[in-house]
């Protein structure tokens, strides 16, 4: 839930009495996909999507992710692993 | 009275008709099977699989599709685009002698995709992946 959205639903219920909906759910989905390089490196790519639902069940975005920032993360993370998978912890 | 009744017996037809056409209906095509094989499927002059199927993942991928399923035995590919839209192609693959058969399966949303260019589209990038031509099926 975004607080800028609740901010607007209560901005647009004091001022014209309507409705707005509220995301309330989102999936994220992520599809890695790795190939062989070489004997010794394997080369990987990530993508992500994600869909999301307001409060009535209605679905009111559904994007792939493209900040840069996320995928920069999802890398930082798997490194760490393998790191941790290679000192067997 | 009568006009009611029989306005009541049109009605209840109507609906009955509505229930069952979709029914029936589903398998339906509005295009000849051969037109649709030929706008969705290509040759290439490749009797690589792997590299082929490799390429179409890259090649979806480029086209900002995520993959959601990619078997090497059966030679199929699957991925989805999200926009504000769904788009979800399916993309199999048979030996053909020393070639590669391609072929392309897309639905926008609940629709399927009958139109020729976003398969030419399609079909263009993989060439380019692949540095191989897409020639028609004869």
């Known amino acids: 839930m975004e607080t800028g959205q609740v901010i607007a639903k209560i901005a647009i219920i004091a001022l014209v009495g309507g409705n707005m909906p509220i995301d309330t759910t989102q999936k994220i989905r992520a599809s890695v996909v790795t190939h062989p390089v070489d004997s010794r490196n394997t080369a990987l790519r990530v993508t992500f999507q994600r869909i999301v639902w307001n409060e009535n069940n209605e679905i009111s975005k559904s994007e792939r992710l493209k900040d840069p920032y996320l995928y920069q993360e999802f890398f930082d993370k798997l490194s760490k692993a393998l790191f941790l998978e290679a000192q067997s912890l | ?138």
């Open chain 2, 1 to 138: 009275m009568k006009i009611i009744l029989h306005l009541f017996f049109f009605c209840s037809l109507l609906s009955l008709f509505a229930c069952v056409s979709p029914n029936q209906r589903i398998l339906d095509s509005d295009q000849s099977q051969l037109q649709l094989r030929q706008i969705q499927s290509r040759v290439f002059d490749t009797a690589d699989k792997e590299k082929t199927l490799r390429a179409i993942i890259a090649t979806l991928q480029d086209l900002n599709f995520v993959i959601d399923k990619a078997d090497l035995d059966l030679g199929t590919v699957s991925g989805t685009k999200l926009d504000g839209y769904s788009l979800r192609m399916t993309v199999s693959t048979y030996p053909r002698g020393k070639q590669l058969v391609l072929r392309a399966n897309t639905q926008y949303n609940i629709t399927p995709v009958t139109d020729p260019e976003p398969y030419q589209q399609f079909f263009a990038a993989l060439s380019r992946a692949l540095f191989l031509a897409a020639q028609n099926v004869d």
